[in-house]
């Protein structure tokens, strides 16, 4: 099965800093939301994230720091998934958001599916939104082929995610536009404990 990496390498400054996996959700953290969601659809986890790793002890999962300075965005964290998926001798990682635990259920099956039936080596998850295909891009199936490619863009000052991915020809794999309602600031963790209590009804 595909290793999973949840990017957990973000500074969360709308939420006043700090590991955004970290905040209580209907009683659980987002990571072990996440965690339970990612974990039956992957082989191996890891998490990315930077700074002291001993907070994440309680997971028990090997954490990945950046290995590109100054918090350059998710592609950094994408590039550890591919360095540490590369000594497990992995072909692929499947990337997900800390901060997104609504995310779907068949999401790795559907996003190898996407590059499969277009015949290219990345896939990421997108919505439809007000008429306009968006793309998720820290949702996506990368190859570890392409690692020093990503490496080398970074290294070139390269942040913005599609502008690697569409280079390589991205496949998108389309999902409900709510699946990736992602938790930036207090009042959406507020609006996801409403989605929750609906859910339950």
């Known amino acids: 099965m595909i290793p999973g990496v949840i990017l957990a390498g973000g ?6 800093g700090g590991d955004k996996g970290a905040l ?10 996440v965690i339970d969601r990612i974990g039956p659809q992957c082989g191996r986890l890891a998490i990315n994230a930077n700074g002291d790793p001993a ?8 954490v990945l720091s950046d290995s590109v300075p100054e918090y350059p965005g998710p592609l950094a964290g994408v ?3 591919l360095d540490w998926a ?24 559907r996003l190898q599916r996407a590059a499969d039936k277009a015949n290219t080596p990345i896939a990421l998850a997108a919505t439809h939104e007000g008429g306009r295909m968006m793309r998720q891009p820290t949702f996506g199936f990368w190859p570890v082929a392409l690692r020093a490619d990503l490496r080398a863009a ?14 390589h020809g991205a496949a998108s794999a389309l999902f409900a536009e709510e699946a990736f309602f ?9 609006e996801a404990e409403l989605r929750l209590t609906e859910e339950a009804l």
């Open 11 to 16: 500074q969360a400054r709308r939420m006043g």
């Open 24 to 33: 209580i959700l209907g009683g659980m953290t987002l990571f072990d939301r």
């Open 55 to 62: 907070r994440f002890a309680e997971y028990a999962l090997p």
């Open 79 to 81: 590039l550890a998934g």
């Open 86 to 109: 590369a000594e497990l001798g992995a072909s692929h990682i499947v990337t997900v958001a800390a901060d997104t635990p609504f995310f779907p259920p068949d999401l790795v099956v």
């Open 154 to 167: 970074l290294e070139q000052g390269l942040r913005k995610v599609v502008l690697w991915t569409d280079k």
């Open 182 to 190: 992602n938790i930036n600031t207090p009042e959406d963790l507020a």
